[in-house]
């Protein structure tokens, strides 16, 4: 056998080896609904503050405060999310409350793809929070990011930590 017999032999074995090993793809089914993930009784576990006006921070959790006595007390607010009819409803609890109405609408800004909940969309009260997990029917937290503003510059963020109480 000749040399270059031996290298087309060779070859074709290599191909047939690489062809046979492929990786099958996985199916992971239908992604998760957002709008059954929300779908929930929330209750406020814990409360992040961050300082955004720090200019020595690397990043924003540089200056991150655990603030959850202030916030949740002994008797947290509790956060009722509907995504039958886009309705919400809070109870305050004992504490400091951040939403501006104890109950309205709400909507996401993507159905599919949300990265924002906005509570009371066009009316002078509306609230933007952003995601910052998805939130899927498995998901045990809803965790959004309210930004504080004063004379329209943001000053302070809040991570507002829920956990699905039903």
Not at 65 to 87: C, Y
Not at 158 to 164: A, G, M, S, V
Request: charged share 25%; hydrophobic share 40%; aromatic share 8%.
């Amino acid at each position: 056998m000749n040399m270059k017999n031996l290298i087309l032999i060779s070859i074709a074995v290599l191909a047939t080896g690489l062809a046979s090993c492929k990786k099958e793809k996985k199916k992971i089914g239908e992604p998760a609904s957002k709008l059954e993930g929300i779908n929930a009784n929330w209750v406020l576990t814990r409360v992040d503050q961050i300082d955004v006006t720090k200019t020595l921070a690397f990043v924003e959790s540089d200056t991150l405060l655990e603030v959850t006595e202030v916030f949740a007390g002994s008797n947290p607010m509790t956060l009722d999310i509907k995504s039958a009819d886009f309705t919400y409803a809070i109870t305050p609890g004992t504490t400091y409350n951040l939403f501006p109405k104890a109950s309205g609408s709400w909507k996401f800004d993507d159905v599919l793809y949300p990265s924002r909940v906005i509570f009371d969309a066009s009316t002078a009260e509306e609230l933007s929070m952003k995601l910052l997990r998805p939130v899927r029917p498995q998901d045990p937290n809803l965790v959004l990011k309210l930004d504080k503003r004063c004379n329209g510059k943001r000053t302070t963020s809040y991570h507002l930590w829920f956990t699905r109480k039903s």
